[in-house]
C-alpha cells in the first residue's frame, strides 16, 4: 500500500495576523501569545524557532510540528555600478526563482516585489511576459522577499520605505494572495509599512481594479497602459483583447471616484512606436480631467523584443504634449539597467545566458 504523503506544513509567513491568531485559538493559545509571535516573527525577524525565546515552550514545540519558518533563499545577486541597486534572484521552497530588486536612495529604501513565477500576460517587450507563467507565489513568498531585504538593511541601520509590486508576475491575476502579503506588511505591530508608500502596478485586470475599489485596499494604483488606441494598446499588452481600453478606462474611474486616489499610469515609451505625438494626443484625450500621473519610462530592451527606447528628446515631446492636457508625468529612468534590474531580465539572464551573469555577491 502506497503510504498517504505527508500534508504540507503551514509556513507562518502565509498567514495574516487574524489567521495566525485562528491557527493559535484552535490549540488553546491566546491572543496575546498570537501577538508575542508576531512581534517575533515581523518586529524581532526571528528565523528559526529556536530563537522563539519569549513564547512558552508548548507553544514553540507545537509550532515545529504543526508549522514551517520558510523564507526564500539567494540563487543569485548582482550589484549594480552605481552601487545603489541590489538585484536579487531569490529561491522558493520548489526551486522556482523570482526577481526582487533593492534600491537604495539616499534617505529611504525601495523594494520591487514579485507577485508570480512568471506572467501569463504576454506583454511583447517584458522578460517576464516572454517566459510565460509558472504559478502563483504565496503570500509567505511575498511577505519573505520583503523580510529578505529587511534582514540586508538592517546590517546598515537602514529601513524599508517603499514597496512597488512591480516584479515579476501580474499582482491582480493573483488577487488574494497579494492582498494577504500587503496586509501583513502593513500590520501596525509587525513590519508596520505605510500602505501609502506600498504601489500596486497591474497591467489593467478589470475585475481587479474594481475588486480594490470595493474593497478599499490601502495601496497606490499603478496602471500600465502602453497604448492609448486599442490598436497600439493591443500590440504591445495581449491582456488587452480581454480587457480593452474603454472597460479599463471605466475601472479606473470607478475606482478614483469610490477611493478619492490618484492613479498613475505607465507607458514604457518604445522608439517610433508609442512615442509618437500621435499617441501622446491620444493619451492626452483618454486622462484629460482625470486625477491621473503618467510615468514614462524609456523602454528596457530585452532579448526577445528587438525595439529600442526613446532617446531625450522624443520623451521630452511627449511630455509636452502631455502638458497641454494638463497632464502631470515623471520620466522614470530604470535603475540598475547595466544588472538586467528590468522585470524578469535577470531570470532571463541568468537561465539563459546570452550576457554574461554577474558572480554571485554571497
Ligand atoms: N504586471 C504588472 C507589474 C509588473 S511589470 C504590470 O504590468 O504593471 C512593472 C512595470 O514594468 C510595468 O509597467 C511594465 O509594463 C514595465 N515593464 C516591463 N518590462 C519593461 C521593459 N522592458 N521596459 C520598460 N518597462 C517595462
Ligand atoms: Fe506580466 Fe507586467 Fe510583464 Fe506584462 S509587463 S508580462 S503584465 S509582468
Not at 522558493?92 to 526582487?100: H, I, K, L, N, P
Not at 499582482?171 to 506588511?185: F, G, K, S
Not at 509618437?276 to 484629460?288: I, K, M, V, W
Not at 528596457?300 to 502631470?328: E, H, K, W
Amino acid at each position: 500500500m502506497q503510504p498517504t504523503p505527508p500534508t504540507p506544513l503551514v509556513n507562518l509567513y502565509d498567514l495574516p495576523r487574524a489567521a495566525l491568531g485562528e491557527l493559535l485559538a484552535g490549540w488553546g493559545y491566546s491572543a496575546y501569545h498570537r501577538d508575542l509571535l508576531w512581534e517575533a516573527l515581523y518586529r524581532q525577524q526571528v528565523e528559526s524557532f529556536d530563537a522563539l525565546t519569549g513564547l512558552r515552550p508548548d507553544l514553540v514545540q507545537a509550532l515545529r510540528e504543526h508549522t514551517r519558518l520558510e523564507r526564500p533563499t539567494t540563487h543569485h545577486e548582482v550589484f549594480s555600478s552605481d552601487g545603489f541597486t541590489r538585484k536579487l534572484l531569490l529561491r522558493m521552497r520548489d526551486g522556482q526563482t523570482v526577481e526582487t530588486v533593492l534600491m537604495r536612495f539616499k534617505d529611504r529604501a525601495t523594494v520591487c516585489l514579485s507577485t508570480q513565477a512568471g506572467c501569463a500576460m504576454g506583454c511583447v517587450f517584458c522578460a517576464t511576459g516572454q517566459m510565460g507563467f509558472v504559478r502563483h507565489l504565496t503570500p509567505g513568498e511575498i511577505v519573505g522577499q520583503v523580510l529578505h531585504v529587511t534582514r540586508i538593511l538592517r546590517e546598515t541601520n537602514e529601513s524599508l520605505r517603499n514597496v512597488v509590486l512591480m516584479g515579476m508576475g501580474e499582482p491582480l491575476h493573483n488577487y488574494e494572495a497579494t492582498m494577504e502579503a500587503v496586509d501583513i506588511l502593513v500590520e501596525r505591530s509587525g513590519l508596520a509599512l505605510a500602505p501609502r508608500f506600498i504601489t500596486l502596478s497591474t497591467v489593467g485586470v478589470v475585475p481587479g481594479i474594481r475588486r480594490l475599489a470595493d474593497e478599499d485596499r490601502p495601496v497606490q494604483l499603478a496602471v500600465s497602459l502602453h497604448g492609448a488606441t486599442e490598436a497600439e494598446r493591443g500590440a504591445l499588452v495581449p491582456a488587452a483583447r480581454k480587457w480593452p481600453l474603454t472597460e479599463l478606462m471605466d475601472a479606473c474611474r470607478y475606482y478614483s471616484e469610490k477611493r478619492k486616489r490618484r492613479i498613475f499610469y505607465e507607458w514604457a515609451l518604445i522608439a517610433g512606436q508609442n512615442d509618437t505625438p500621435e499617441q501622446a494626443h491620444a493619451l492626452g484625450q483618454l486622462l484629460q480631467g482625470m486625477d491621473a500621473h503618467v510615468n514614462v519610462i524609456p523602454l528596457n530592451p530585452t532579448v526577445g523584443y528587438a525595439q529600442r527606447p526613446s532617446g531625450p528628446d522624443a520623451v521630452r515631446a511627449f511630455q509636452d504634449i502631455l502638458a497641454g492636457y494638463g497632464l502631470p508625468s515623471t520620466v522614470r529612468q530604470r535603475r540598475g539597467i547595466d544588472i538586467d534590474a528590468g522585470c524578469g531580465q535577470l531570470k532571463a539572464a541568468v537561465e539563459r545566458p546570452r550576457r554574461a551573469p554577474q558572480p554571485t555577491a554571497s
